[in-house]
């Protein structure tokens, strides 16, 4: 909950002195991903998959693939199709900031290195 209580916080700020969406999403799960890494390596937590997954879920963009998958179903194809771009935008910020500091932090298969 810390984690990704502070990865959220994290989001609203950095969305407010950076606008652009990417970036502030990158940077939270980034957050998300080596606070995770450190509570498990100071003993706090015992799973870090399940740290991270339970973490990052207030940054899953689950409301804009429902709004695209309705829009493409409705017709409605440019709206669909760009908002569909955003959420896969958005999970590949997400993905790329943890998987980052995965690397960074030596681990590799969620065993440590």
């Not at 407010?16 to 969406?21: C, D, E």
């Not at 993905?95 to 590799?108: D, E, H, N, Q, R």
Request: aromatic letters at 6%.
């Amino acid at each position: 909950m810390l984690a990704g209580g502070i990865g959220f916080a994290l989001l609203l700020f950095s969305h407010r002195l950076v606008p652009i969406r990417f970036l502030a999403e990158f940077l939270a799960a980034m957050a998300i991903g080596a606070l995770s890494i450190l509570f498990v390596r100071s003993g706090v937590a015992a799973e870090l998959n399940l740290l991270i997954i339970g973490s990052v879920m207030p940054l899953v963009p689950g409301l804009l693939i429902t709004n695209a998958v309705r829009d493409l179903m409705a017709g409605h194809l440019v709206s669909g199709l760009s908002k569909g771009a955003e959420a896969l935008l958005t999970a590949s910020a997400i993905g790329a900031g943890i998987a980052i500091m995965l690397s960074l932090f030596g681990y590799s298969g969620g065993t440590p290195s």
